[in-house]
């Protein structure tokens, strides 16, 4: 199970659910952030720390977390 972390925006996956987690409804609509961009924005090289990932994530994301 793929998670999206409240402290920074990067998912993290459990083997098996966490004590507490939350569970948020969502269609996603074209033009906004995927799974798939939230993974590559935690491997890209560019990214070097916690204020940088961010500044490259959605107000949605953001708000979110």
């Known amino acids: 199970m793929w ?16 004590p507490k987690y939350a569970i948020l409804s969502h269609v996603w609509g074209s033009g ?17 720390s916690s204020s940088d990932q961010w500044a490259r994530v959605s107000p949605k994301i953001r708000d979110c977390c």
């Open 32 to 48: 906004e952030q995927s799974f798939q961009d939230l993974q590559s924005l935690h491997q890209s090289p560019v990214v070097r």
């Open 3 to 18: 998670l999206l972390r409240t402290d920074c925006p990067a998912l993290k996956y459990f083997t098996t659910p966490p």
